[in-house]
């Protein structure tokens, strides 16, 4: 049975940091790609960062502009999002996804919020 587990949401200020977390089962997570993705009330599923499967190859969504980092764990199955300098607009639930076409899952999400 395939898990993700999103882990380290939380409500913050504006300027904060956090580290969001995600933790995957029933796959090899080695031969996945992992993603972020986020999405805010009333809006569309939006892409946020993805790391190869063995995470030498990191990409970003626009928005980010340096502020976002993800790293991957293999030895332990997870994946993270190290989030600095929050702004109002990052609120949204955070969801984890693992890629590996034609297969891909995802976990249930991790809500942050930031107020300002």
């Known amino acids: 049975q395939v898990q993700l587990v999103e882990s380290g949401g939380a409500s913050v200020q504006s300027g904060a940091s956090l580290r969001l977390s995600c933790r995957g089962s029933g796959f090899t997570f080695v031969n996945y790609a992992m993603g972020w993705y986020r999405q805010a009330p009333g809006k569309e599923r939006e892409y946020v960062a993805s790391?190869?499967?063995?995470?030498?190859?990191?990409s970003y969504g626009d928005f980010v502009k340096g502020r976002f980092t993800i790293t991957r764990d293999n030895a332990i199955n997870t994946v993270y999002l190290q989030m600095t300098n929050l702004e109002p607009d990052d609120t949204a639930v955070y969801f984890c996804?693992?890629?590996?076409?034609?297969?891909?899952?995802w976990g249930q999400g991790t809500q942050v919020t930031v107020s300002s």
């Open positions: 790391a190869s499967s063995e995470g030498g190859v990191t």
């Open positions: 996804n693992a890629r590996r076409n034609p297969r891909s899952f």
